[in-house]
């Protein structure tokens, strides 16, 4: 059993002069619900290395168990800032993959084609694909096997609108994770705004915000069956 992680190279936030990157405590939040279970995990970028962290997912407001923990964490730092090239894995090494989020992704995994044809055979091979608040726009260009849209037709969640406007940044990411999720046909579902809410429709596990990262990676552990005896539910 090995678990991937996929987390963005990306650290521009648009023409803002900010930064961005992963968001930690949905980096940390399902690192841990996978470690504690025993699982191998894999973590890779586009560029490979150390992957940026959003600052604002580090201030005190952001801060959780699951983040304070990979702080005391030596091994999983280090593990974090040697994260292997994305374009450099086969998906036949997997059985499972988990995209956090953080604004990053809609910039450089979105339109990443190891990212996508990673999903695209990790879904034809019948393995769970999972992402969590803005990482669903790597569903962008994703297709299932007969060459449709990957969530065309299946039942999403994802950032939602008003939890972007909340963050102000509707005129500044490259694309709404919502509006795009519904024009690729998804049946979308949402929540009250930064409330934990997780949708498994067969081997796509998606989640809305923060709050449900944790969930959505003890979805995954779920989905993958009883082999895992140590995944608590």
Known sequence: MNILMVLTSHDKLGKTGRKTGFWLEEFAAPYYVFK???IPITLASPLGGQPPLD??????????????RFKADSAAQAALAATV????????????????????PLWDLAEDAASIGLVDAMIAAGKPVAAVCHAPGVLRHAKAPGG??????????????????????????????????????????KVADWQPHVVVDGLLITGQNPASSEPAARALLARLGPQQPSASR
């Open 36 to 38: 504690d279970a025993g």
């Open 55 to 68: 600052p604002k997912s580090d201030d005190a407001a952001s801060q959780t168990d699951a983040t304070r």
């Open 85 to 104: 090239k994305l374009a450099t894995l086969e998906a036949s090494r997997f059985d499972a993959v988990f995209y956090p989020g953080g604004h990053g």
């Open 148 to 189: 449709q849209p990957l969530v065309k037709g299946r039942n999403v969640t994802g950032f939602t609108n008003t939890e972007e406007e909340a963050a102000g940044l509707t005129q500044v990411v490259p694309f709404l994770v919502e509006d795009m999720l519904k024009e690729q046909g998804g049946h979308f579902s």
